[in-house]
């Protein structure tokens, strides 16, 4: 009977590998830890490709891709790479605290709320990439502009991208007076037959795009005497805390998202640009004002969308943008938990959630910041910041879980200072980090988001969040922590929901 009992336990456990094999390839220890292959770490790699190989899916419908951008390929010679990494950390330091200068007027909606039959209309999705060729750590995705009617002449193709932190969309316009360089041509509003410049006398050249970006448009008369006649335009003027600018004619024209095209849509024709914008076309506004594309598109889409940000950044991984309530085009390996969306008058067109506690790998740390202050979501800002005791906490107890390894430290790489030298292992385990939130929803940051590989061989791998600089300001969860995350943003609901999805659908 012995004998026979332990052939039956050797096969049991045979088969209970089996099933830890094909669940997930053994990457998954526990809902509190992970393995990570460090090759998953790596900027646009080919290695990136092949170990997401078996997360790999195929799409049936129209997809509105998400991506990381960069003009060129990421340097391969580790100094130019360190310098490359550090320009763009540094750039989303800015980008980080700019959000903590922002102080708007009081909030206040003046146009139609989306009804329960609208949030249940058809959606529209688009592929949503890293942008990281376009030379920014931020996601992006394409729109075509222009054209209208069904010969879509003068519509092109535009690479944007898409912040949740911001509600003006915006594309570099011909005649373009002060331009950075972007990849693909710039938009000419003389070749598309649905383009019209905003008059002045129109509500979203006053109070609409006041709400947007802080200041009402400004008129101006062109033309002259001849057939066309003198006309007024509205000009805005979009200026961002770190420095960035946008300044152009408010127009509309015909917008294509997927498979979807919106007449009408309000957008900035930008004559003046500069800033950290890398080499895209321009921002997608998804934010809460009227001018968003959210609340522009809340009469078909109801006001509800949605993204999954794939971890890899090799061109050809996409996840996706999906504007609409219909929740069929999720792949969610976990159900959508939700919490409240929290709204500030303040600063209207952000995203806010209650975070109330945290653990890392399992193990609950205190700390006085958590519950202390609304938390910003924000698919604009790269890495999260965390209130300094959060942080302190968060870091400490990382570090003893995963320090039992015994991996050596590592110097600090510009914002990130918990950092490890990881040379000669292929893969490690790590704790991974959980927020408690409000209504007893959590979201676990993926294995791909809890470390940044700062150098390609992995002698400098650090945790990837870092502190703000004061205890009262304002939390943020970037795009780094949220990927293979399905997050939905329901602003009839008010509600913001976070599931667990593999990104990579390419």
């Known amino acids: 009977m012995d004998g026979r009992l332990l052939l039956l336990l050797h096969v049991l456990a045979l088969l209970l590998l089996a099933v830890v094999v094909a669940a997930g390839g053994g990457a998954v220890v526990g809902r509190d830890s992970a393995v990570l292959q460090l090759r998953e770490l790596q900027w646009g790699s080919s290695g990136q490709k092949a170990a997401a190989a078996a997360r790999t899916r195929t799409r049936s419908t129209t997809v509105l891709e998400l991506k990381h951008h960069s003009l060129t390929a990421i340097p391969d010679h580790p100094a130019a790479q360190e310098t490359y990494l550090r320009r763009l950390l540094a750039a989303d330091e800015a980008r980080a605290n700019s959000l903590q200068l922002r102080n708007k007027a009081a909030f206040t909606q003046s146009g139609k709320k989306a009804t329960a039959a609208a949030a249940a209309a058809a959606g529209a999705e688009v592929p949503l990439t890293s942008g990281i060729r376009f030379q920014t750590l931020n996601y992006v995705t394409t729109i075509a502009l222009g054209g209208g009617g069904s010969s879509r002449a003068g519509a092109g193709n535009l690479t944007v991208i898409v912040d949740t932190g911001s509600d003006l969309t915006w594309v570099q316009c011909k005649p373009c007076s002060v331009c950075y360089a972007q990849r693909d041509p710039l938009f000419d509003p003389s070749g598309s037959a649905s383009y019209a410049a905003v008059p002045c006398n129109a509500s979203a050249c006053e109070a609409s795009l006041k709400a947007a970006t802080g200041v009402p448009g400004s008129c101006a008369t062109v033309g002259g005497g001849g057939s066309g006649g003198k006309s007024e335009r509205c000009y805005y003027s979009l200026a961002y805390g770190d420095g960035s600018f946008s300044r152009g004619v408010l127009a509309t024209d015909t917008v294509a998202l997927g498979g979807a095209s919106v007449d009408g849509f309000v957008f900035g024709c930008g004559l003046s640009n500069r800033g950290l914008f890398g080499g895209t076309a321009g921002l997608m506004g998804l934010g809460r004002t009227e001018l968003s594309l959210v609340s522009q598109t ?57 975070v109330t506690g945290a653990s890392v790998g399992g193990a609950a740390v205190a700390a006085a910041g958590l519950g202390a202050a609304n938390v910003l979501l924000d698919s604009g800002t790269v890495i999260t910041r965390l209130a300094p005791s959060v942080y302190r906490a968060v870091r400490a107890e990382f570090a003893r879980q995963f320090g039992a390894e015994r991996y050596p430290a590592a110097p600090p790489f510009s ?18 980090l959980t927020l408690r939130l409000e209504g007893g929803a959590d979201m676990t940051v993926d294995a791909a988001g809890m470390l940044f590989m700062a150098r390609k061989d992995g002698s400098q791998v650090c945790l990837a969040m ?4 004061f205890e009262d300001q304002t939390p943020i969860i970037g795009n780094y922590q949220q990927k293979n995350k399905r997050v939905v943003y329901d602003t009839v609901g008010s509600r913001l929901g976070f599931a667990d999805e593999d990104c990579s659908y390419a």
């Not at 999906?322 to 085009?329: A, E, F, I, N, P």
């Not at 914002?415 to 991974?432: F, M, R, S």
């Not at 870092?466 to 600089?469: C, G, I, M, P, Q």
């Open 466 to 469: 870092a502190s703000l600089s």
């Open 298 to 354: 809340a009469p078909r889409f109801g006001g509800v969308f949605s993204y999954c940000l794939p971890a890899a950044t090799s061109g050809d991984a996409a996840g996706s943008l999906s504007l609409g309530g219909d929740t069929s085009s999720y792949r969610n390996a976990t159900p959508v938990s939700y919490t409240r969306m929290i709204a500030d008058p303040a600063q209207p067109p952000f995203y806010f959630m209650n």
């Open 415 to 432: 914002l990130l200072d918990a950092c490890y030298n990881l040379t000669g292992h292929d893969e490690v385990k790590l704790p991974l």
